[in-house]
């Protein structure tokens, strides 16, 4: 049986016509994909039905892997700690509502001070284009939004009015292995 199959191939094989010069591709080299850090600070505002306030928001993201470490500082004090990556998952603490969770995903967790953007890739777009739902830019520069506004509801419902102002952008490329 291994015979007529090797056979069966063999015949096939040499039915086939020969390969011309434009049909054998020379290997192309492909550029290694370049993994970005992000480290991104703004100062906040927020009015919304539980009162007003301001702080820093503090992010590190890493693309490719999804690593997120986010921190929300308000009256100093740190108000939403946010870490994780894709393959681990997620965990958000609000120590002020006594709120510990984890998610497998990005999008199982609540994004207080900022509309539910459902990935790691999303919270990138929202920084570096001021893409969102909800969400204007009123100011830019060279490297993006320096000004953002978001108008919308926070995770619980109740409407929110939060400013963004970029007071620190850093963008890291190195190329991945």
Known sequence: MTLSLLALTTQ?????PPAT??????????????????????????SGMEGEGKGTLSILMETGSGKVVMELHGLGERLVF???????GYRIQIPRRELDLKGA?????PLPFLPQ??????LHKLLAEGAGPGVKVTKRDGKGPVK????????RGKDVLVWLQRTRWELVSTPTE
């Open 12 to 16: 096939l094989l040499l039915a086939q």
């Open 117 to 122: 953007l459902g990935s790691p890739e999303n």
């Open 21 to 46: 010069a434009t049909e054998v591709a020379a290997p192309v080299a492909v550029p290694a994909p370049k993994k970005e850090t992000l480290r991104a600070q703004y100062a906040w505002g927020y």
């Open 105 to 109: 995903s990005f999008s199982e967790l």
């Open 82 to 88: 946010l870490t994780g990556d894709r393959a681990s």
């Open 148 to 155: 953002l506004r978001y108008s919308g509801q926070d995770e």
